[in-house]
């Protein structure tokens, strides 16, 4: 299972940190991802983080601003957002592995605006 918490109304310009809580199989044998939906859009890939954190993505997008991390004590995944914009709202996901397509939880709303 995975529960994502977090989102929020941010001002452009601000920031959120976004958590996703792992439960049900070995956290610290897996890489995570997290993905995100605007509406109207499709399912868009962000970041993702190797199992021991040693290798990190991002999309172009969003590289410089975000940082995903992971703390597999607390068998949670982090995804800290800064210099919000606009377009980074969207239904944010965590998902397991690379990419977009695996396991996915309920999703956490990010909304950007003034």
């Known amino acids: 299972q995975l529960v994502e918490s977090g989102g929020g109304l941010a001002q452009p310009g601000g920031s959120l940190r976004l958590s996703c809580a792992a439960s049900g199989f070995t956290f610290n044998l897996a890489s995570m991802s997290w993905a995100r939906q605007a509406p109207g859009k499709g399912l868009e890939w962000v970041s993702g983080i190797s199992r021991d954190g040693s290798d990190i993505y991002y999309t172009d997008s969003v590289e410089g601003r975000f940082t995903i991390s992971r703390d597999n004590a607390k068998n949670t995944v982090y995804l800290q957002m800064n210099s919000l914009k606009p377009e980074d709202t969207a239904l944010y996901y965590c998902?397991?592995?690379w990419g977009a397509g695996g396991r996915k939880g309920q999703g956490t709303q990010v909304t950007v605006s003034s």
């Open positions: 998902a397991l592995g």
